[in-house]
């Protein structure tokens, strides 16, 4: 049975305006450019370049809206003024058209993929095993190890490319590819990746040490049970030393930052921070947001419609086509406009609550901020602050920093007032860096010391900041 009721909700929708401009607020620079070039892609009202002078054009659309619906009306001076569409950059605009000042430098580097596919080519195989090597190369994952059973891999192979094979098969190729740079590349497992590097070495009494504790004794070795080691194999606590110093100093990640391939990621500040003679000045870093402007092609093209007859349908579908073109350019304008205002205010206000930092680089110097403090600060929702805190990052004279760096809780002092959680993180490492590594210092006594200090902290909070500083329990901080 169907019943009919009366309901009275209250619902907050957002404009599509509104909707680019979150969009376009949340990218950092180095992806504003790409997105960019899309929008001159797909909309020719929208072009690159600083806008010439505005001249008058009339506008009498009405007649148009009766049949395609009444929008704002259209005002070409509105799209055609320079202030609001050049002056967009604001801060950070550099003049002249010097592309070279333009141009970000772009990474060029050999991939691990590419390194072990040259290596792969130099082997004697026959297609067969060609085609198994380019499959394994294929399944080895970003930290350089092949974690997909062989039974996996030959079914894959079956599969996609018809190619009958035997796990035997598989292996075998796999051998010639575990002895490719970076030494540990496609191990299954971290021992065997361990073992890789290690039969590399000079075979002398403390390499085959270490490849004996990693054969016989390897949960032993993780958890740091060196007296178990020691007596197992009759060793004295020198030699042991000696062959757990060549086991921490293999990489455990062959396919990472430390595999000797050339893996290169700029960062790019969204602001740039300068002190000059004690103020501080801060402007956009503008290089990946061109000059944008109104096409003057189809601004003419409008003008000339609506001097024409306005009775012809296909004339009017004309003019509702450019219309929502033009539109949809002074639109991404006023958002890239306000996406800039929105960062310098955010940015100004955090120089603002972190000045003494921003003046001397001091990590002690950080005061407690949370997102709310700076959003009351430029009158705006959490939610922006959060979106610009996120993804962006400023160039200091001390380096560059994700703008997140600057938010933390603050925690009670014996002085009663609050001191930074990041600061409460540098003085707790600084602890750590400095323990008897035989004996590490526990949670509990940490808590103790940082409490002499003056920093009312719980063991527990002590535990989680170690954590997120990833440093582990004391037991795995024990050296010989």
Not at 365 to 390: F, H, W, Y
Not at 449 to 476: C, D, F, M, S, W
Request: hydrophobic residues 35%.
């Amino acid at each position: 049975m169907q019943r009919l009721d009366l309901r009275q909700l209250l619902s907050q929708k957002l404009s599509p305006q509104q909707i680019q401009f979150i969009k376009l607020l949340q990218i950092p620079t180095a992806e504003l450019e790409m997105r960019i070039k899309e929008e001159l892609e797909v909309n020719p009202a929208l072009e690159e370049g600083r806008e010439e002078p505005a001249e008058e054009y009339s506008d009498s659309s009405d007649d148009y809206e009766e049949d395609y619906g009444k929008d704002d009306e259209i005002d070409l001076n509105d799209y055609l003024n320079d202030d609001e569409i050049s002056g967009y950059k604001m801060q950070g605009d550099r003049g002249g058209d010097d592309e070279e000042d333009r141009e970000m430098p772009i990474a060029m580097a050999t991939t691990l993929t590419d390194s072990l596919l040259d290596q792969l080519g130099f082997l004697d195989l026959d297609d067969k095993q060609y085609s198994i090597g380019m499959q394994l190369i294929g399944s080895i994952d970003n930290d350089g190890y092949i974690r997909r059973e062989l039974s996996s891999i030959a079914n894959d192979l079956a599969f996609s490319q018809n190619i009958d094979t035997t796990q035997e098969e598989i292996e075998q190729v796999l051998h010639l590819i575990q002895t490719f740079d970076p030494a540990g590349i496609a191990a299954r497992d971290l021992p065997e990746c361990l073992l890789l590097q290690l039969e590399r070495r000079e075979q002398d009494a403390t390499t085959v040490l270490a490849e004996r504790i990693i054969r016989q004794t390897f949960d032993e070795f993780t958890k740091k049970h060196y007296q178990k080691i020691q007596s197992k194999f009759n060793v004295s606590e020198e030699e042991l030393k000696k062959a757990i110093d060549v086991i921490t100093r293999l990489n455990p990640k062959p396919g990472g930052a430390g595999a000797g391939i050339a893996r290169v990621q700029y960062i790019i500040p969204d602001f740039i921070l300068t002190n000059n003679n004690g103020q501080l000045e801060l402007s956009l870093n503008s290089r990946n947001a061109p000059d944008l402007r109104i096409s003057r092609s189809y601004a003419d093209m409008f003008d000339a419609y609506d001097k024409s007859d306005k009775k012809d349908k296909k004339l009017k579908e004309t003019v509702a086509f450019v219309k929502q073109k033009l539109d949809a350019a002074k639109w991404f304008i006023d958002a890239i406009r306000q996406r800039q205002n929105t960062l310098l205010r955010t940015m100004e206000a955090i120089i603002k609550y972190q000045h003494d930092f921003f003046l001397e680089g001091d990590e002690s110097m950080l005061r407690p901020m949370i997102l709310k403090d700076i959003a009351e600060e430029i009158g705006m929702d959490i939610s922006t602050v959060s979106r610009v805190a996120n993804s962006k990052a400023v160039q200091t004279e001390f380096g560059i920093y994700p703008l997140k760096y600057f938010f933390s809780e603050g925690i009670a002092t014996d002085s009663g007032e609050d001191a930074s959680s990041r600061e409460v993180k540098h003085i707790l490492k600084e602890i750590i860096d400095n323990e008897n590594k035989r004996k590490p210092l526990s949670d509990e006594k940490i808590e103790k010391l940082l409490n002499e200090k003056g920093y009312n902290i719980a063991r527990r909070t002590v535990a989680k900041y170690r954590e997120q500083l990833n440093i582990p329990v004391a037991r795995l901080r024990k050296e010989l």
